[in-house]
């Protein structure tokens, strides 16, 4: 099946500590994101990716960083520099193109005691 | 940067009752998207519209870009407790990148 997959749907992480991410598609596509998604808040773009070996940061990007090494993955690391970093993480993938849809996985809930 | 208001923030409708969000923007929009996020999951894409004063219908779903391409509204006649969800909607930022920004969503709630 296509799609994308992202790991785990849980995360538990202590204070301090770096997590990584896990963001899958087996699409083909070219562009990649990452939103963050707080309660009441939409979603909020963190970085985004069009092309291998590329990326851009979004509005929130402090305290995250990311890789596309290969085009299928995109993973994200949440840092021990982002200050409140519980939330909901949502990876999007889109075909190249400004008016192109973009396809969302499941998300990973992400809690930092 | 580019924003776009939406409205209201939250519904909460009787089952067979008609629902409206609406989403608004200072600047003159290329398109806009409409996703939508049931509770618990991830937000799916349900439409995109393009051209000044287009609508568009999905059964009981009643998508409207404004004439002057600066507002959009989804409609949905009649909802079921199947319709409950947050409905975003999504708008390509200016210049040549392809992020999208999202409205803040409305989290529409049915009461059976």
């Known amino acids: 099946d296509g799609g994308i997959t992202q790991s785990p749907k849980y995360l538990f992480r202590k204070e301090g500590q770096n997590v990584t991410l896990s963001c899958e598609q087996n699409l083909n596509h070219d562009a990649m994101y990452w939103y963050r998604q707080d309660p009441g808040q939409g979603l909020r773009l963190i970085y985004y990716s069009q092309i291998v070996n590329d990326f851009q940061k979004g509005d929130i990007a402090e305290g995250y960083s990311v890789s596309r090494e290969k085009k299928e993955s995109f993973p994200l690391t949440v840092t021990s520099a982002q200050k409140n970093p519980t939330a909901f993480y949502l990876c999007a993938s889109s075909i190249a193109g400004r008016r192109n849809t973009q396809y969302f996985g499941p998300g990973t809930r992400l809690t930092v005691l | 940067g580019q924003q776009v208001m939406q409205i209201p923030q939250y519904q909460h409708v009787q089952e067979g009752e008609d629902f409206t969000t609406y989403c608004n923007s200072s600047t003159t929009l290329s398109n806009i998207q409409w996703y939508k996020q049931r509770p618990g999951g991830h937000p799916v894409f349900l439409i995109q519209?393009?051209?000044?004063?287009e609508v568009k219908k999905q059964k009981r779903l009643t998508f409207q870009f404004g004439e002057a391409k600066k507002n959009s509204s989804l409609h949905i006649t009649a909802t079921q407790t199947t319709d409950v969800g947050t409905y975003f909607c999504a708008v390509i930022t200016q210049g040549g990148s392809e992020k999208l920004v999202f409205g803040k969503g409305t989290k529409l709630t049915v009461n059976p």
């Open positions: 519209l393009v051209k000044s004063g």
